[in-house]
């Protein structure tokens, strides 16, 4: 019987793989260097929250360690006008108007003001709806919680 040297590689690949995958402070350290540092856009949409307000550029991004929801407002170039952080660490998605998404902008209350809306799950794979509704009296987006 011969032992061919890629088995003997593939053996060695399955011992380290399981040894990263029993030890969690290896299993990080492997992750971030896997993961790339720069930030990635995962989904857009573009809208007015009302008729009366400017048109905006809503993008998740998703980094090494965190998810964001940016929000710009759209005139010849984008200007940042808020940054909000997800706490979940996986991306979600939900059925909206018969797609999949993962953001989108909808009038949730029906008073003719949209919402930004971005599924997600938290460690133990509950999905989690964050809706974050516009005041304008500070001119930011705030995150709704249910009453």
């Not at 993008?59 to 090494?64: D, F, I, P, Q």
């Not at 008073?111 to 133990?124: A, C, K, L, Q, T």
């Amino acid at each position: 019987m011969t032992i061919r040297p890629l088995t003997i590689l593939l053996s060695f690949l399955t011992i380290a793989l399981a040894v990263i995958a029993g030890v969690p402070k290896l299993r990080e350290t492997v992750r971030n260097f896997l993961l790339p540092d720069k930030r990635i856009i995962i989904a857009k949409v573009e809208g007015r929250i009302t008729p009366d307000t400017n048109l905006l550029t809503i993008l998740k991004v998703k980094t090494r360690d965190q998810y964001f929801i940016e929000i710009y407002k759209t005139n010849d170039e984008l200007s940042l006008l808020q940054r909000i952080s997800l706490e979940e660490p996986t991306d979600g998605q939900f059925e909206f108007q018969g797609r999949y998404t993962n953001l989108a902008l909808a009038d949730l209350d029906t008073n003719g003001e949209f919402e930004i809306v971005s599924p997600m799950y938290d460690r133990n794979g509950t999905p989690r709806l964050h809706i974050y509704k516009y005041n304008p009296d500070i001119l930011t987006f705030e995150k709704l919680t249910p009453e």
